[in-house]
């Protein structure tokens, strides 16, 4: 027979089971790293490295490896073009799975690696706030195709005083403070709907989306019928499902990704409430209707810029990506992810030709500087950058799920 | 409108789920004090079992009526295979050692099956889709059931009734309760431990089969991590029902599933609480009650029946 010590132990060893339930509950995802980056010709000349960071596991790597891919795609594009005499570029893409911790890790990473001049990426806003400092304090440029936190650019205080806080941070995608406010004006003026839902999954993305959309629809004479915020870690919102059914409402707005938004539409309609959930770029992915199954039809999204296949300059941009055989699709972010990288190849460019076609020794320093009036037709349009650092294409898109894909609806640019 | 019979339906149907996986974390604490952290995982490669089933095995166009139950017959013997290879490689040649070793070699194992699934099954990177049963939804009164939870309905009382009668009824069950009672005296009865303990692993296994392919119904989806917050829950539950109680497992997860469902819909509304009345805080609520229970019945609601060992 076991003595009474042994329980005594026993219970002492549950409680360093919770504790560490606990611990693991804060570390999630724990994907491998996908090393492999783009692996493109080296011959000839100095290598320039442009880094890239994105989740390439998990839930968003279908964003993400868009972001990697279309990247790579510019980096040889440049290559073969010998766009600048005597560089030739290299693609390193690091997973940061979604997690800020990671993310600056791989910060530190790239800043370590001289031969690193510009990196592409994030796609999420939290992991992009602590990138920065790391980046502006190592001089080393950063163009984001996919952050739209507007705290990034503007400052934490963005609504009442706008102030750069990191000189090294770009990005080529719109902000919240536009994509909310430009749902809100869809919503209520041209969707006549009046009486709204908001959902967010509290990281910066989803709930400055929502916070942005809240305010335009309320400025505007909507009613906010009810607000909720949900875990996204779990998959089961059948409680608040259920809440948004009798609440009344005719249209939800979810601030936050796909992984959460296509279960989240899912059971909204099981409860009974047939009504349209709108989101931000975060769930314009086709995953998105995947996970949302047929009842998906009808929910919209609102994404940064004009849809790449429409437009006239990303014709070449599909082509090559097609001919190039990636086997992920580009992804919401493909266009403005080659776009950036376009910019750190321009940027590189300027500061080899005003340096006799070398490299300075300062090189980042004054690639970050030259980013600034990096300015050139890109795949989503005319690519430049305000005094923030963020792009001066203000236009938008509003689209909505049709026949299992992403129908353009509208394109606009807010004023404001 | 009452939203309270929903919101009770909601709870029931996930804290049904919870249990079935609980029974596994129970089963085998409750016969070989270990708590097997990979049950989570085994609960995954169950779903992704049954999608096997489904998407390689049967012709395309598969009726449910047909698929579902090869697919749960899939789904089990995937899991059974992994968490009998477990016992088998990792967990038996640890028996001996402090009970640290084996509690971090589940948590390995856990973080190998999750990377194995990630790296092998094609597509599992992301999200893949799971079937869904046609028809419905059914209302009965004010509640709003979908087809795909019906099968949880069904599933979660006739698994628990299954197993109530081969542990109180078969000669296996019982030689299962007299190991947990005292392994040693058990073995010299005649009982083949061994036996007994890769008989718990397996069943727990099965359940927690059962409860993935209930998972991939409901959320029309598996994912290579979606054992790790489940089964965490899953453990929870069997904290709260009296870890070693199979019963104390089913009654834990549907108390834990009941209370976050209600936490959900009903903390906002109390004057001054709005801000932690959201889904975000269920967890916050649900972990508050384990506290709870804990400071008032430290040995979980239904105390240890199984694992009586004081």
Redesign the interface.
Known sequence: MPGKGLIVRQRSLIAITAALAAGALTLTACGSRDENGGGSDTSGGTTVVIGVDAPLTGDLSAMGLGIKNSADLAAKTANEEKYVEGISFEIEALDDQGQPSAGQQNATKFVADDDVLGVVGPLNSSVGESMQKVFDDAKLVQVSPANTGPGLTQGPKWQTEKVRTYKSYFRTATTDAIQGPFAAQYIYNKAKKTKVFVIDDKKTYGAGLAATFTDEFKKLGGDVVGTEHIDPDTKDFSAVATKVKNSGADVVYYGGEYPQAGPLSKQIKASGAKIPLIGGDGIYDPTFIELAGNDGTGDLATSVGAPVEDLPSAKDFVADYKAAGYKEEYSAYGGYSYDSAWAIIEAVKKVVEDNDGKLPDDAREQVTAAMQNVSFDGVTGKVSFDEFGDTTNKQLTVYSVKNGEWAPVESGTYTG | ?N?LP??LV??L??GSMYGLVAIGYTMVYGIV?L?N?AHGEIFMVGGFGALTIYLYVLPDGTSMVIALPLMILGGIIAAVLVAIGAERFAYRPLRGAP??AP?ITA?GLS?AL??AV??WYPDA???V?FP?IDGG?F?IGSV?I?TGDLFLIVAAPVSMAILAYFVMKTRTGRGMQATAQ?PDTAKLMGINTDRIIVVAFALGAAFAAVGAVA?GL????V?F??G??LG?KA?TAA?LGG?GNIYGAMLGGLVLGVA???S??YISDIPGMDQFG??????VWAFVLLILVLLFR?QGLLGERVAD??
């Open positions: 409108m939203e929903q919101q909601n709870g149907l996930l004090q708590i952290f009970r640290l509690l948590i973080l999750q990377q990630w790296a990177r992301s999200a889709t869904h939804p209302e709003t979908q005292d998972y409901k959320y029309g989806e994912q991590r979606m790790f917050i965490l453990f904290v870890i976050e469902a209600l959900t819909a959201s889904q975000s805080w269920a967890n430290p060992r004081a």
